[in-house]
């Protein structure tokens, strides 16, 4: 089982690398979301540190459910995902490889970029240590759940619109308590209990979710 | 006599139910309504600290209720036509979905007319009100799902996922009170002990929640028939029905 979750994983990162653009437009996205909100409300330096939590979580937010549909959507369109959905091996090993590696590609950049943004929004330090830790543990879950909406929307039309609608009532909390913990550090406040929801999620999303999502999977290929 | 449970699962044979059922409901609906608002808004004393404000209650809380109590049985619906195949049950899920729809949305806006008088605002992002809009989004996705997928077995299976993932959010909305210390006050009424409200105004509360459920049976069974009649449409009685009219 770890031979076929190492071989997807693998095979994913490697088919991402060969595709380096995809990687960077979803990056470039993020800093485009996060450079608009100074521009647009004003560059008092105490207003955006107030609102720097939730801006650049808010922008991982979008720009992870704006990747979604590359996690399946390729393997489904020339018959891969079938192939594999067809192997004897259990679909949530599969899946949750494939997420990871969706996920290193597309949250991990997103996540390592962050304390620079986070200083030009004038965070302090602590905060800005708290904010990369919430995003570590979060986008997780964001792509996660997520592929839940990838999976059900494969092959739809308008389906980029369609996956958002459907993904991000369920990141809220994510939202909540991620940009709940940077707002509680940029105000002084006891961080853990934000982080350790956060890490709840996170372990709870990782058990559960692998198998909805392959359960999607099957009503999508069927 | 042996009472077959299973008849009525045949989309057939509950078509005809319903049809019988609805006008007799809707009765029951507007007769309570009419009831419920007399007693509601008329019968019922001005509360002593809220004045009249308080009145919407008997709207909103019904609402809530029902927009709570139709996302579990559409999920219910929904997971049950998923698990064993039973084609009127994914009907009804997809019935169920634009009335729950409905009665969170008047939830919301019924939250919002008695928040300005008495919170003097008509939104605050506090867990109640911000789940319940969650709750509502969780609707808009199932049909939205739903109607992007033509097959109609497909979109009744993975719009029935959806809906079971969605669950999550019913106990969150309905413990949010509890378990954070927000704007919207707590429950005044519990199935374990004494509701801390005056009998009458319980009684008309009671009595609209009962109008809002005759009201929500009867339109579901209404678009579960138009649901009927457009999938079985390739069937023999259909044709029939439709020659008959």
Redesign the interface.
Known sequence: MLNLFLCVLQRDLLLAMRRRSDVFVSLSFFIMVVMLFPLGVGPEPEQLKNIAAGILWVAALLSSTLALNRIFAADYADGTLEQMMLAPEPISIMVLAKVLAHWLVTGLPLVLLSPLLALQFGLPGEAIGVLFFSLLVGTPVLSLIGA?GAA??LG????GV?VS??V???T?PVLIFGAGAVSASVSGMEVAGHLQLLGGLLAGSLALTPW?IG??LR??V? | MKLNWFKYAAPQSFFVLSGKLIKPLMLIAAALFVLGFYVGYIKAPTDFQQGDAYRIIYLHVPAAWMSMVMYVAMAGWAGLGWAFNTRLSSMMASAIAPTGAMFTFLALWTGALWGKPTWGTWWVWDARL?SEL?LL??Y??FM??HA??DEPR?AD??AA??AL??VV?VPVIYFSVQWWNTLHQGSSISMTSAPTMVKIMLIGMLIMTFAFWAYAFAAVFMRVRCIILEREKNTEWVKTYWEQQ
Request: no cysteine.
């Open positions: 839940i059900l929307t739809l039309r308008g389906g369609l609608i459907l991000l009532p369920l809220i909805v359960a999607g009503i999508s069927e | 911000t969650i989004f969780l808009i996705g939205a799902l992007a997928i497909r299976k993975a996922l959806l993932v969605g959010n």
